[in-house]
């Protein structure tokens, strides 16, 4: 098997503000692994909250060795293994890399062996049918008539779900803001993300009046770092708590399974699909839902989620209908519903190029 790299700028419609930060464009990394004439695509995306830059990416992908397998059933065989007891194995196929470039390659690997059995991701991850689910749409930190004409729309669009970012240095302005969303939109769920902004005081006092707007469940109200104040509070909430910040890998999750009430999953957080779908097992019968999530990329960065939108009770994968120009297609998603296909692999297209060459 043969690799090769590309760069592209992802552009967003709108900035989008979060308690923490507001992004206007992030760039994104695409991983071609080529056999017997056929290619297997992925996508990383570059991340401040992460530490993930466009050099250190290029660097991260550079160095991963798939050449030396002979196609990529082994190669991911070797991938699967990093999370046995024999993580520092010589057969695996990555280093000591963050899990965002794991996810990339592991991507690439399913698309291109999806492609060489004739079926689509989900098929080789045991699912019959293709897997689809009402995804939320963010709405960011923005003025209260912005957010009441964005939910009006989307509603009207087809979405069933709106996210709202909270945290703003006013809750009383976060407030506001669901308030007018929840008169725009009234037969919408709403979920609210402060990511990690309110201290537990806060948090006690603001949820109850969230609660009260209808809002169905609150991701990460509090400052990363104590999960045992995270369960705590998910216990005494008048609202499900799900973790996010908190709740990185399979070891986070195991220490929150049944003492809060959710846990978002995104793909380059935890590792790819199949530390996700460890993560599924290790909350099963604990109380404690799955919400698939994601970070702003392209719909190849989305698709290896949709293959697994049938086992999550939330799904928030809206991050390539925050774009300007996607420059793949093949999940849909404009109508509140992503959707994989029977298509082989992961069954996107490119639709344009605009790329530097890496």
């Given amino acids: 098997m043969k690799s090769s790299l590309r760069?592209?700028?992802?552009?967003?419609?709108?900035?989008?503000?979060?308690?923490?930060?507001?992004?206007?464009?992030?760039?994104?990394?695409?991983?071609?692994?080529?056999?017997?004439?056929?290619?297997?695509?992925?996508?990383?995306?570059?991340?401040?909250?992460?530490?993930?830059?466009?050099?250190?990416?290029?660097?991260?992908?550079?160095?991963?060795?798939?050449?030396?397998?002979?196609?990529?059933?082994?190669?991911?065989?070797?991938?699967?293994?990093?999370?046995?007891?024999?993580?520092?194995?010589?057969?695996?196929?990555?280093?000591?890399?963050?899990?965002?470039?794991?996810?990339?390659?592991?991507?690439?690997?399913?698309?291109?062996?999806?492609?060489?059995?004739?079926?689509?991701?989900?098929?080789?991850?045991?699912?019959?049918?293709?897997?689809?689910?009402?995804?939320?749409?963010?709405?960011?930190?923005?003025?209260?008539?912005?957010?009441?004409?964005?939910?009006?729309?989307?509603?009207?669009?087809?979405?069933?779900?709106?996210?709202?970012?909270?945290?703003?240095?006013?809750?009383?302005?976060?407030?506001?803001?669901?308030?007018?969303?929840?008169?725009?939109?009234?037969?919408?769920?709403?979920?609210?993300?402060?990511?990690?902004?309110w201290s537990v005081a806060q948090a006690d006092a603001l949820l109850p009046r969230f609660a009260d707007l209808g809002v169905e469940a609150v991701e990460q109200p509090v400052a990363p770092g104590d999960p045992d104040a995270l369960a705590a509070l998910a216990q005494r909430a008048p609202l499900p708590v799900i973790a996010d910040e908190d709740a990185v890998g399979l070891d986070d999750v195991r220490r929150l399974a049944g003492r809060v009430h959710g846990v978002n999953v995104k793909l380059a957080k935890c590792g790819g699909v199949h530390a996700a779908l460890r993560i599924a097992e290790a909350v099963e019968g604990s109380g404690t839902a799955l919400m698939l999530g994601c970070l702003t990329a392209s719909s190849l960065g989305l698709a290896p989620a949709v293959h697994l939108a049938d086992r999550a009770r939330w799904a928030d994968l809206d991050g390539h209908l925050l774009l300007a120009h996607d420059p793949w297609t093949g999940i849909g998603g404009a109508d509140g519903v992503v959707r994989a296909t029977d298509r082989p692999g992961l069954g996107v297209e490119e639709v344009a190029v605009r790329e530097d060459v890496a």
């Fill in 7 to 197: 760069t592209v700028r992802l552009e967003l419609t709108e900035p989008l503000r979060i308690s923490r930060s507001t992004m206007a464009a992030r760039d994104a990394v695409w991983l071609t692994v080529e056999h017997d004439g056929l290619r297997g695509h992925g996508e990383v995306v570059t991340s401040v909250y992460y530490g993930l830059g466009t050099e250190t990416l290029l660097r991260l992908l550079t160095a991963v060795d798939l050449g030396r397998f002979p196609d990529p059933e082994s190669a991911l065989e070797a991938l699967r293994m990093r999370e046995s007891p024999l993580e520092s194995s010589a057969e695996a196929p990555l280093g000591d890399v963050p899990p965002a470039v794991t996810a990339a390659v592991e991507s690439a690997l399913l698309d291109l062996a999806g492609k060489r059995a004739g079926v689509p991701v989900h098929r080789l991850l045991g699912a019959a049918a293709p897997p689809a689910a009402a995804t939320a749409r963010t709405i960011g930190i923005t003025s209260p008539g912005h957010a009441a004409a964005q939910a009006r729309r989307l509603t009207a669009s087809g979405f069933e779900v709106l996210k709202v970012k909270a945290g703003a240095p006013d809750p009383e302005d976060d407030i506001e803001r669901v308030r007018v969303i929840r008169d725009a939109a009234p037969r919408a769920r709403v979920l609210l993300d402060p990511n990690g902004a």
